[in-house]
């Protein structure tokens, strides 16, 4: 008994005609990574003395790519509000060439509006810094490994009956 065409089951592999590949992650991965390079390869060569030394620690693209939001670190900013307002200034007079760069390199068909803010992970982690170092507590890495140990503990070697 022969099976009809319609009762056959074709195994899909995504598109047809496309080959599978093995990826492991997404687009927008990738792009943020391509992103954070071309910006930050443009700030390297910008003459400013507005910016000092600024570090481009992420990107963030849209799935729509409408927006990239570009996060930064400077050096000497401070962190007071002025100095962040200075900052995000200047970088604001680079928005339209950093887009033109990004359209130049990428070759998207849509280039993201480019947002310029400061990372607020380096912030927390340097908050998170600032408390530990005001809490006075000693140094793991200056305690010696051979000193005796406190009275009371016992040792991994024991003691022999």
């Excluded at 592999?13 to 927008?28: H, M």
């Amino acid at each position: 008994m022969a099976k009809s065409p319609r009762g056959r089951r074709r195994a899909r592999s995504g598109r047809a005609g496309r080959p599978q590949t093995n990826r492991q992650y997404p687009r927008t991965a990738r792009l943020n990574a391509l992103l954070q390079e071309i910006v930050a390869g443009y700030l390297e060569r910008v003459d400013d003395d507005r910016l000092g030394l600024l570090t481009v620690t992420g990107v963030a693209v849209d799935n729509d790519l409408n927006r990239a939001e570009v996060f930064i670190s400077a050096l000497d900013d401070g962190g007071t509000p002025d100095a962040d307002e200075a900052y995000l200034e200047a970088l604001a007079s680079y928005r339209k060439p950093v887009q033109a760069e990004i359209a130049r390199q990428a070759r998207l068909r849509k280039t993201p509006e480019v947002v310029f803010t400061f990372d607020p992970a380096v912030r927390a982690g340097a908050r998170i810094e600032e408390i530990l170092s005001s809490l006075d507590l000693p140094d793991p890495s200056s305690t010696d490994p051979d000193a005796d140990p406190a009275p009371g503990t016992e040792t991994e070697s024991g003691s022999e009956d």
